[in-house]
Antibody, heavy 118, light 110 residues
Framework: EVQLVESGGGLVQPGGSLRLSCAASGFTFSSYWMSWVRQAPGKGLEWVAN????????YYVDSVKGRFTISRDNAKNSLYLQMNSLRAEDTAVYYC???????????WGQGTLVTVSS | QSALTQPASVSGSPGQSITISCTGTSSDVGGYKFVSWYQQHPGKAPKLMIYDVSNRPSGVSNRFSGSKSGNTASLSISGLQAEDEADYYCTSYTSSNTYVFGTGTKVTVL
């Protein structure tokens, strides 16, 4: 059974940093692109970032470029999102998702809440 | 990277059919066959319902179908059921090698 479990969310002050993790199991992690998607409270879904199987290609939504870094450790079956210079508008539930094909996010975690507030 | 445009809400009675539109540009929806649809119930993670415009993952009811014409993709739900009441989002691959989601549509079963 495919499982994705996010962790690392919490309350952080504006300008602060946070690192999210996503533990994957039930599939060959190193064979798939992976994504981060977020959802602000009461708002819609927003794609955040993608990473290729070997980490050699990464793509980001414009609003997080230069502040967020997606990475992975295939030996640990883990996906990460390093978030720096956090802003109030980054407050959201962050989901990790497996990319089964272009724009096809076929498995999702339960999400982890990040709150940016003073 | 502007969000794809969806109607804010669509409603229908049990047993009826509804259609949700998703309008983008030639740089996303119109340029690729990579459009997916997701269902999200309150407090839950999204669930993939349709991928590559019109394909259903294993386990998804055949009451759900997808199509595309030009820059607009559509999700249709036939034989509407109470359990279909949820938020629905489209997403598309883009010419920048990124993804873009739609604004979301709340489906209400009357």
């Amino acid at each position: 059974e495919v499982q994705l479990v996010e962790s690392g969310g919490g309350l952080v002050q504006p300008g602060g940093s946070l690192r999210l993790s996503c533990a994957a199991s039930g599939f060959t992690f190193s064979s798939y692109w992976m994504s981060w998607v977020r959802q602000a409270p009461g708002k819609g879904l927003e794609w955040v970032a993608n990473i290729k199987q070997d980490g050699s290609a990464k793509y980001y939504v414009d609003s997080v470029k230069g502040r967020f870094t997606i990475s992975r450790d295939n030996a640990k079956n883990s996906l990460y999102l390093q978030m720096n210079s956090l802003r109030a508008e980054d407050t959201a539930v962050y989901y990790c998702a497996r990319v089964g094909g272009a724009a096809r996010l076929d498995y999702w975690g339960q999400g982890t809440l990040v709150t940016v507030s003073s | 990277q502007s969000a794809l445009t969806q109607p804010a809400s669509v409603s229908g009675s049990p047993g009826q059919s509804i259609t949700i539109s998703c309008t983008g540009t030639s740089s996303d929806v119109g340029g690729y066959k990579f459009v997916s649809w997701y269902q999200q119930h309150p407090g839950k993670a999204p669930k993939l319902m349709i991928y590559d415009v019109s394909n259903r993952p294993s386990g998804v009811s055949n009451r759900f179908s997808g199509s595309k014409s030009g820059n607009t993709a559509s999700l249709s739900i036939s034989g509407l059921q109470a359990e279909d009441e949820a938020d629905y989002y489209c997403t598309s691959y883009t010419s920048s090698n990124t993804y873009v989601f739609g604004t979301g549509t709340k489906v209400t079963v009357l």
